[in-house]
């Protein structure tokens, strides 16, 4: 059922109301710094991952002073938005759009489709049984064209499918339940209707380890194989979940390379940098593991976000949009993942919200 209810008026003024709130209770420290922003005017659009909890506060100081763009962490995600088949729960995800608008903030759109956090009763009947092709894309349309509809004017980009493309090259398509109830043609009907319902935004493809040159050509592929077809995607965004063994400048670069060839846009999309090896799977933390951001750790952050920037902005005419994958080192979705138990420090603002040694390397060119 689609609610017939507006965005909400109400979320935007009491975005407002905040913000005037944090202005007045400090004007200098705003006017009196630059942020990354300023910094990357001339470059692109500089955005953080958000949710309602930092919209009010320190937090959002830090966000209005250093971000002109934002993205829902989780709050547009399919099963938080709409958990039941009758039921869109908007209060949240209005609540960040609204601050975005009362800030003159870009916002991008995450996610329409994607394998994880969606509501198990997508793919079930009244009686538990797994639906029919028809009725999942009945479902996939309802939902997409009433979540897209509600903030058209207001998001920018959607990210339309998210991480449709398995880390294994035997399987190529990942097997979600979308792959296999519908077919590998529920991405182009995604894209579609995201489409019809905002002809204005721009649709991108999104995904992780788009650096590893065998998934890279596989999303290479899919991402040619729509643009052929004549389905309206405009980009591909790179999640840039990166940890301080890499990946290399040389890495980064050819990711952007091949996908810019398409004629398409490139975000960087959900971009941190994990001070621990990339690892593989959960597991406990173990006794001996210390929490400590040890200055071995912070000259190889240090590193990978200087030469990364550099890549980033030797590659501004491709580049439309860089987003942090949360605000600072504070919270992190990387705390207890994928090690229960273990902080992690992967952004360029640290628990205090200060700037780290990154920060400055970032901005100093």
């Known amino acids: 059922m689609k609610s017939r209810n507006p965005f909400s008026r109400v979320a935007f003024f009491i975005a407002l109301a905040v913000t005037a709130t944090l202005f007045t209770a400090g004007t200098s420290w705003q006017q009196d710094e630059k942020g990354l922003k300023d910094y990357y005017k001339d470059y692109f659009p500089i955005g953080t991952a958000v949710s309602p909890r930092v919209l009010s506060g320190p937090e959002a100081k830090l966000i209005i002073q250093h971000f002109n763009s934002i993205t829902a962490e989780n709050?547009?995600?399919?099963g938080p938005i709409h958990p039941e088949?009758?039921?869109?729960?908007?209060?949240?995800?209005?609540?960040?759009?609204a601050f975005a608008q009362a800030n003159g903030m870009k916002m991008r759109?995450?996610?329409?489709?994607?394998?994880?956090?969606?509501?198990?009763?997508?793919f079930k009947d009244a009686e538990g049984k797994t639906v029919s092709r028809e009725v999942l894309l009945s479902r996939l349309k309802e939902h997409i064209t009433t979540v897209v509809s509600r903030f058209k004017g207001k998001i920018y980009a959607w990210d339309v499918v998210n991480e449709a493309v398995d880390d294994n090259e035997s399987k190529g398509m990942r097997e979600s339940e979308f792959l296999k109830i519908i077919g590998e043609d529920y991405i182009a009907k995604a894209f579609e209707y995201a489409h019809a319902a905002d002809p204005s935004a721009k649709l991108f493809y999104n995904d992780y380890n788009t650096e590893n040159p065998g998934k890279r050509e596989r999303i290479y592929q899919l991402v040619k194989k729509l643009k052929d077809a004549g389905v309206p995607i405009h980009g591909v965004g790179l999640q840039a979940h990166w940890n301080i063994s890499g990946p290399s400048e040389q890495e980064i670069a050819r990711s952007i390379e091949r996908f810019q060839s398409l004629g398409l846009d490139v975000q960087i999309t959900e971009l941190d940098v994990s001070v621990y090896p990339s690892e593989s799977g959960r597991r406990d933390k173990r006794p001996d593991e210390a929490d400590q951001f040890t200055s071995?750790?912070?000259q190889k952050q240090v590193e990978l976000y200087k030469n990364a920037f550099k890549v980033l902005r030797d590659h501004r005419q491709a580049i439309t949009g860089v987003t942090f994958w949360n605000v600072s080192d504070k919270s992190s979705w990387l705390d207890n993942f994928p090690v229960r138990g273990r902080k992690n420090y992967p952004l360029l603002f640290d628990q205090n919200l200060l700037p780290k040694k990154a920060y400055w390397e970032v901005v100093k060119f």
């Open 75 to 78: 709050a547009m995600k399919m």
């Open 109 to 122: 759109g995450h996610t329409l489709c994607w394998h994880n956090q969606t509501p198990a009763w997508f």
């Open 296 to 298: 071995e750790m912070e």
């Open 85 to 97: 088949p009758d039921r869109y729960y908007w209060q949240d995800a209005d609540a960040i759009a």
